[in-house]
Antibody
Framework: QVTLRESGPALVKPTQTLTLTCTFS??????????LSWIRQPPGKALEWLAL???????YYNTSLKTRLTISMDTSSNQVVLIMTNMDPVDTATYYC???????????WGQGALVTVSS | NFMLTQPHSVSESPGKTVTISCTRS????????VHWYRQRPGSAPTLVIY?????PSGVPDRFSGSIDSSSNSASLTISGLKTEDEADYYC??????????FGGGTKLTVL
């Protein structure tokens, strides 16, 4: 079955760089049409899409955060990594990775990883 | 960039029917698929409607989706409301310039 799991630090300081890893199983990211995204949700707020990488290693970013984000994949270890620079307290959120395949819907989500930005 | 606007909250009684709207600010709602997610407190979102009106396996047929070009909006309708339907609901779509756009979410209260 399809599973996704986010991992990374629970606490980062302002101005630091956040690195999150999504480890997945049950599918191949190189399958045509397959994509994986990062989505975040500040406490009590709405979902916000951050970045997407597709089966062809094409990358797409939220335009308002583009300068701070880098998404990459390691197909040999079934992982997708998100790097976000210059973290700020407003970046405190639960960060989700989710699979997109066909119709551009997210059919599987990880459980989420809460990241707090505080000194 | 386009936006998807949802009502902040809706409420209805058990057994009744509720409809949650999702209005697209620019571009045709019918041009790109709309998907709906349910998020219960403390949990990740789950897909309840995809490609406008299809239900993933395991989602009861009390959930339905539709598109209305005249109002440029999509709707999620839940009939026979149960207390377990109480959650936040999000719509999502895209276009050629914006791979993913989420609505602001609607809190459904079943009282």
């Amino acid at each position: 079955q399809v599973t996704l799991r986010e991992s990374g630090p629970a606490l980062v300081k302002p101005t630091q760089t956040l690195t999150l890893t999504c480890t997945f199983s049950g599918f191949s990211l190189t399958t045509s049409g397959m994509c994986l995204s990062w989505i975040r949700q500040p406490p009590g707020k709405a979902l916000e899409w951050l970045a997407l990488i597709d089966w062809d290693d094409e990358k797409y970013y939220n335009t308002s955060l583009k300068t701070r984000l880098t998404i990459s994949m390691d197909t040999s270890s079934n992982q997708v990594v998100l790097i976000m620079t210059n973290m700020d307290p407003v970046d405190t959120a639960t960060y989700y990775c989710a699979r997109m395949w066909g119709g551009r819907s997210f059919d599987h989500w990880g459980q989420g990883a809460l990241v707090t930005v505080s000194s | 960039n386009f936006m998807l606007t949802q009502p902040h909250s809706v409420s209805e009684s058990p057994g009744k029917t509720v409809t949650i709207s999702c209005t697209r600010s620019s571009g045709s709602i019918a041009s790109n698929y709309v998907h709906w997610y349910r998020q219960r407190p403390g949990s990740a979102p789950t897909l309840v409607i995809y490609v406008d009106n299809q239900r993933p396996s395991g989602v009861p047929d009390r959930f339905s989706g539709s598109i209305d070009s005249s109002s440029n909006s999509a709707s999620l309708t839940i009939s026979g409301l149960k207390t377990e339907d109480e959650a936040d609901y999000y719509c999502q779509s895209y276009d050629s310039s914006n791979p993913v756009v989420f609505g602001g979410g609607t809190k459904l209260t079943v009282l």
